[in-house]
């Protein structure tokens, strides 16, 4: 496909899912690889995959490499504001500079391959390559690589020799592509088990697990279960204990929501079968800094934004705003919900209103194609809130902020979820508004 005259970047990148759907085999993604050298050859690999979970842990990964001074990449998704999010160098986005060498880099050699007849490759293997070949021009040698979707025929699964495999919480989601029982999703997550590579995966889920263990016993590798993890609550953190290197270690974890104690638990025993041999002290530095936008953060005061976006997502945001709320016991609790038309949107929003019981609901269209209609997500609403609790409707996200700001004040608890989407115009909305006082100094 040829680019439009003038076209960014960017703006091809968006154009991809039009015009190149078809995901390609491990055998024409190595293929591709080859053309770019085989990057990945050289490098000590964490490859992570799960339904939830995958980008904390990846940067719980990050974040000890980076205070411990270990060079090394970090390939997630989706991103939240800016594409280059999903390529960070040392815990930093790659330059935009990088960034462009490495889509011209990538669509010249795109261009070679569809003369020699191969299709274009879909939009996450093009970022994939872009990724790649930055990594590898970086002299990367150590990379923590998240997975799209799925794990056994998921693109990034070209990785054959993996320094540690890492699995997160499994749950119901991407039905049409992975499966509808737990045991079908979790033996497309195992797919990333590689032989005699060890493998650290959350055992929370007795089938999932049951998949795991037998997986890597079948291809001869060490398996380590993690979880469930005890913590300790405080106002923005939690406290485990976790076993490390023989001996029990205290880690804060800086996240009020429970789920982020296994995935720091995950990345612990991760970075400890790892081989890096890293000191205890350096660990515990790394997860106590770790920053991931969008779960459970705080962006206001009193005002959480969440990237939970399926069941088992919302479930566990639920756990964490739940205490808050408890904590806090404040005079009116809101919600701002939006969510995508492929998810079980009912369930959620009668999960939401079983347990968190908001007086206030906004829901919000977004600037997505995938985006529920809003008739139907009113009438969900309707049937899963109690009578007093007061719904109100608005097109789009500027819209909704507006009434859902206005009503929030100082004894008030509101949360942002439901999407990824949401929670990236959230984002967005955010640096527009540190951007507002210097357009008004350059005015005076």
């Given at each position: 496909?040829?680019?439009?005259?003038?076209?960014?970047?960017?703006?091809?990148?968006?154009?991809?899912?039009?015009?190149?759907?078809?995901?390609?085999?491990?055998?024409?993604?190595?293929?591709?690889?080859?053309?770019?050298?085989?990057?990945?050859?050289?490098?000590?690999?964490?490859?992570?995959?799960?339904?939830?979970?995958?980008?904390?842990v990846c940067s719980f990964l990050s974040s000890v490499?980076?205070?411990?001074?270990?060079?090394?990449?970090?390939?997630?998704?989706?991103?939240?504001?800016?594409?280059?999010?999903?390529?960070?160098?040392?815990?930093?986005?790659?330059?935009?500079?990088?960034?462009?060498?490495?889509?011209?880099a990538i669509y010249r050699e795109v261009e070679g391959?569809?003369?020699?007849?191969?299709?274009?490759?879909?939009?996450?293997?093009?970022?994939?390559?872009?990724?790649?070949?930055?990594?590898?021009?970086?002299?990367?040698?150590?990379?923590?690589?998240?997975?799209?979707?799925?794990?056994?025929?998921?693109?990034?699964?070209?990785?054959?020799?993996?320094?540690?495999?890492?699995?997160?919480?499994?749950?119901?989601?991407?039905?049409?592509?992975?499966?509808?029982?737990?045991?079908?999703?979790?033996?497309?997550?195992?797919?990333?088990?590689?032989?005699?590579?060890?493998?650290?995966?959350?055992?929370?889920?007795?089938?999932?697990?049951?998949?795991?263990?037998?997986?890597?016993?079948?291809?001869?590798?060490?398996?380590?279960?993690?979880?469930?993890?005890?913590?300790?609550?405080?106002?923005?953190?939690?406290?485990?204990?976790?076993?490390?290197?023989?001996?029990?270690?205290?880690?804060?974890?800086?996240?009020?929501?429970?789920?982020?104690?296994?995935?720091?638990?995950?990345?612990?025993?991760?970075?400890?079968?790892?081989?890096?041999?890293?000191?205890?002290?350096?660990?515990?530095?790394?997860?106590?800094?770790?920053?991931?936008?969008?779960?459970?953060?705080?962006?206001?005061?009193?005002?959480?934004?969440?990237?939970?976006?399926?069941?088992?997502?919302?479930?566990?945001?639920?756990?964490?705003?739940?205490?808050?709320?408890?904590?806090?016991?404040?005079?009116?609790?809101?919600?701002?919900?939006?969510?995508?038309?492929?998810?079980?949107?009912?369930?959620?929003?009668?999960?939401?209103g079983e347990r968190l019981e908001p007086e206030v609901?906004?829901?919000?269209?977004?600037?997505?194609?995938?985006?529920?209609?809003?008739?139907?997500?009113?009438?969900?609403?309707?049937?899963?809130?109690?009578?007093?609790?007061?719904?109100?409707?608005?097109?789009?996200?500027?819209?909704?902020?507006?009434?859902?700001?206005?009503?929030?004040?100082?004894?008030?608890?509101?949360?942002?979820?439901?999407?990824?989407?949401?929670?990236?115009?959230?984002?967005?909305?955010?640096?527009?508004?540190?951007?507002?006082?210097?357009?008004?100094?350059?005015?005076?």
């Amino acid at each position: 496909m040829e680019r439009r005259t003038g076209e960014t970047a960017a703006e091809y990148l968006e154009r991809i899912p039009e015009f190149a759907v078809k995901k390609s085999d491990r055998n024409t993604v190595r293929g591709f690889l080859n053309r770019l050298g085989n990057p990945d050859k050289g490098m000590k690999i964490f490859h992570v995959a799960g339904t939830n979970g995958k980008g904390s842990v990846c940067s719980f990964l990050s974040s000890v490499l980076k205070e411990a001074g270990i060079s090394h990449g970090m390939f997630t998704s989706p991103h939240l504001t800016d594409i280059r999010e999903r390529f960070m160098i040392n815990g930093a986005m790659v330059s935009e500079a990088l960034f462009s060498e490495a889509f011209e880099a990538i669509y010249r050699e795109v261009e070679g391959w569809i003369r020699e007849g191969n299709p274009h490759p879909t939009y996450f293997e093009f970022l994939f390559y872009m990724g790649m070949w930055m990594f590898s021009e970086s002299r990367i040698k150590l990379l923590v690589l998240e997975t799209g979707m799925g794990g056994l025929k998921d693109v990034t699964n070209v990785i054959e020799e993996p320094l540690v495999s890492v699995i997160t919480s499994i749950s119901v989601d991407h039905t049409a592509f992975l499966g509808k029982t737990i045991p079908e999703i979790a033996s497309h997550k195992a797919g990333i088990i590689k032989a005699g590579c060890p493998v650290v995966y959350d055992a929370a889920s007795k089938p999932a697990a049951a998949v795991f263990k037998a997986q890597a016993e079948k291809m001869g590798s060490k398996a380590y279960a993690v979880g469930p993890i005890p913590y300790r609550a405080g106002e923005e953190s939690l406290n485990i204990n976790v076993t490390y290197q023989g001996e029990q270690t205290a880690f804060e974890v800086p996240f009020s929501a429970p789920y982020q104690a296994v995935n720091a638990a995950l990345a612990i025993k991760a970075l400890e079968v790892s081989g890096l041999l890293l000191d205890a002290k350096t660990v515990q530095c790394g997860i106590r800094s770790m920053h991931w936008p969008a779960r459970m953060e705080q962006i206001l005061p009193g005002v959480y934004l969440d990237g939970a976006h399926n069941e088992d997502g919302i479930r566990a945001f639920l756990t964490a705003a739940c205490l808050l709320k408890e904590r806090k016991n404040p005079k009116e609790t809101r919600i701002l919900f939006s969510v995508a038309s492929d998810k079980d949107y009912k369930s959620m929003l009668q999960e939401i209103g079983e347990r968190l019981e908001p007086e206030v609901c906004i829901l919000t269209g977004m600037d997505n194609h995938r985006v529920l209609p809003m008739a139907e997500l009113y009438e969900a609403a309707g049937a899963a809130f109690k009578t007093g609790t007061r719904i109100q409707c608005c097109q789009t996200v500027k819209e909704a902020l507006v009434p859902f700001l206005e009503g929030h004040e100082e004894n008030t608890l509101s949360f942002i979820v439901g999407s990824l989407y949401l929670a990236g115009e959230i984002r967005e909305w955010m640096e527009s508004r540190k951007e507002e006082p210097d357009r008004r100094e350059e005015k005076k």
